[in-house]
């Protein structure tokens, strides 16, 4: 097959869409042609010719799902008469933007949540739902050198370490955190996406409450999931008034797969498709409101039992996600 991947490429890999977008590549260009463009770079000649030198038989757009996405992928894929995918990762869509997708549907929507499936079934798009995220789990594993890390980091190595990994904004429900620093013992260390950017105001909050912030991008961010003692999600699906999510958060999280390769205890809201491929257990908690968030923490502060959140995520290496990706295209 000759396929054609839109999305960010060659840049910093601080984000789940980005990751997603070079292990795919990496990963499809052992069996296949691949050819990788940035859709930022549609208005440039080069953009153009390579993919008419290319001829691609199959375009997939793995960055972000607005309607702009949409209307790319359906002039590239009548131009050159290649079947069209869209992963729906995060959705950045308003209400009339999703009713004008209509006019530019792809072949296939892929989608991660159960919500998300709903709306483009009730649009009659052609829609599957197939966690796209994977994994490097040579990469993020659990370590027995967490005291080392936490000297390196400047980190004490007595707190019950609390890890939030992601953008720092007012949408995604940050104030959990906050919550959660004021409980003795307990010390919330988030590193935020830095490419996504930062909102002041809710970083000054969280700084001020004594959360611990790195905003910078870690290199070896497995390293920061090595030294903590528990995994936090607090992110709520909410919408603004036009239908835009709040949120802004790939509906299958990544860092939460990333935090269970590692081992790590998870406390996680019920976001996006988390709830469907996982259950809540002694290693994996869901919860309801903020009540149950920190009861969950808690829990996981005084648990002495084994943690097996690795083993539930080992189908998600990024060799098996592409493998699965090359049945959905042979099936066009």
Not at 157 to 177: A, T, Y
Request: charged letters at 30%; hydrophobic letters at 40%.
């Amino acid at each position: 097959m000759r396929v054609c991947l839109l999305g960010e490429f060659d840049v910093e890999l601080d984000e789940a869409m980005r990751k997603t977008a070079h292990y795919l590549y990496k990963c499809l260009s052992k069996n296949h042609r691949v050819l990788k463009l940035n859709p930022r770079d549609i208005f440039s000649v080069s953009f153009w010719r390579k993919l008419k030198d290319f001829k691609p038989s199959v375009v997939h757009y793995v960055s972000g799902s607005s309607l702009f996405s949409f209307m790319i992928l359906k002039i590239i894929s009548k131009i050159f008469d290649a079947k069209s995918i869209i992963s729906i990762m995060r959705p950045t869509y308003s209400k009339l933007s999703l009713q004008i997708t209509r006019f530019f549907k792809p072949d296939l929507v892929i989608t991660q949540s159960t919500d998300t499936k709903k709306r483009f079934k009730n649009l009659k798009f052609n829609t599957i739902f197939f966690p796209i995220v994977g994994i490097d789990l040579k990469r993020f594993r659990p370590r027995n050198n967490k005291s080392v890390l936490r000297d390196k980091f400047n980190l004490k190595r007595d707190d019950f370490i609390v890890l939030h990994v992601g953008s720092i904004k007012e949408g995604r429900n940050l104030e959990w955190l906050i919550k959660l620093q004021k409980i003795k013992g307990i010390q919330v260390l988030i590193v935020g996406a830095v490419s996504q950017g930062i909102e002041e105001k809710i970083l000054n909050r969280l700084k001020n409450a004594g959360c611990i912030i790195c905003d910078k991008y870690l290199k070896k961010i497995e390293e920061v999931y090595a030294l903590a003692d528990c995994y936090a999600f607090p992110v709520i699906q909410k919408e603004n008034p036009i239908g835009k999510s709040k949120a802004d958060c790939i509906d299958m999280p990544l860092s939460v797969f990333e935090a269970m390769a590692c081992n790590l205890p998870v406390v996680s809201t019920r976001f996006g498709g988390l709830p469907r491929i996982f259950k809540g257990d002694d290693g994996l908690i869901f919860a309801d409101n903020i009540k149950e968030f920190i009861k969950a923490v808690k829990y996981f502060r005084d648990f002495n039992g084994e943690i097996k959140n690795r083993e539930k995520v080992e189908m998600y290496s990024w060799i098996q996600i592409s493998r699965r990706i090359e049945d959905v295209y042979k099936k066009l």
